[in-house]
């Protein structure tokens, strides 16, 4: 049973420059959110999207961009960089219809280093 | 005020000791309670949840909540130099599975053999 995979592990980018990450659900799960998790500090929410749409969203500019696709997996795109965007950027995976019986199962992270 | 405030430590205990852990939390509306685990250069792993206030055990860990006190728990009995790694607890107030969960900034353990 493959849990969340994320891609790539690493990424070094330059401020200004665009980033996608990319994320493959838990099999069996249908909504996909994004964490930031800077060092030495509990992930922060991005946002959720559950049927292809955006279904919430944290405190983070429009810069701050997603898509799910049919088959359940996600993209995170980030216009832009700025040296704060470096972070452990985190995928999570929850079945919606199970409501409050389905935790988040995370993936293991893209670090982004923006230089 | 931070919604979810935790001691970041670094918290250092011996082999065999119990180890408790805290959260405090401004907003009220919170009713799922969870605690994760994460060890360096991994994702979270989720260790506990709770609906609402009360205890629950698995194993060697026990989570409690506190909702008039707006204070969750996590002890760990029997703790061994495996659980060493950064305890995150998370809550959410949505009404449907976890979305948008609110995490602490975590304690960071080590259990010394």
């Known amino acids: 049973d493959a849990g969340v995979t994320q891609s790539p592990t690493h990424l070094i980018k330059t401020r200004g420059q665009q980033v996608t990450l990319r994320c493959s659900p838990k099999?069996?799960?249908?909504?996909v959110s994004w964490y930031q998790q800077a060092l030495g500090q509990g992930p922060q929410f991005i946002f959720q999207?559950?049927?292809?749409?955006?279904?919430q969203r944290g405190n983070f500019p429009d810069r701050f961009s997603g898509h799910q696709f049919p088959n359940y997996s996600s993209e995170l795109n980030v216009n832009a960089l700025l040296l704060g965007d470096s972070a452990l950027y985190l995928c999570?995976?929850?079945?919606?219809?199970?409501?409050?019986?389905?935790?988040?199962?995370f993936g293991n992270g893209t670090r982004l280093t923006v230089t | 005020q931070k919604e979810v405030e935790q001691d970041p430590g670094p918290l250092s205990v011996p082999e065999g000791a119990i180890v408790s852990l805290n959260c405090t939390y401004s907003n009220s509306a919170f009713q799922y309670f969870m605690w994760y685990r994460q060890y360096s250069r991994k994702g979270p792993e989720l260790l506990m949840y709770?609906?609402?206030?009360g205890n629950k055990e698995d194993g060697r860990f026990t989570a409690q909540v506190d909702k008039s006190s707006k204070y969750i728990s996590l002890f760990i009995r029997d703790s061994q130099p495996s659980d060493s790694a950064t305890y995150l607890c998370a809550m959410s107030d949505q009404g449907t599975s976890y979305d948008k969960v609110i995490f602490g900034p975590g304690t960071s353990l080590s259990v010394i053999p």
């Open positions: 999207y559950y049927e292809e749409e955006e279904r």
């Open positions: 709770t609906y609402s206030s």
């Open positions: 099999s069996g799960h249908d909504t």
């Open positions: 999570a995976s929850s079945l919606k219809a199970a409501q409050g019986n389905s935790p988040l199962h």
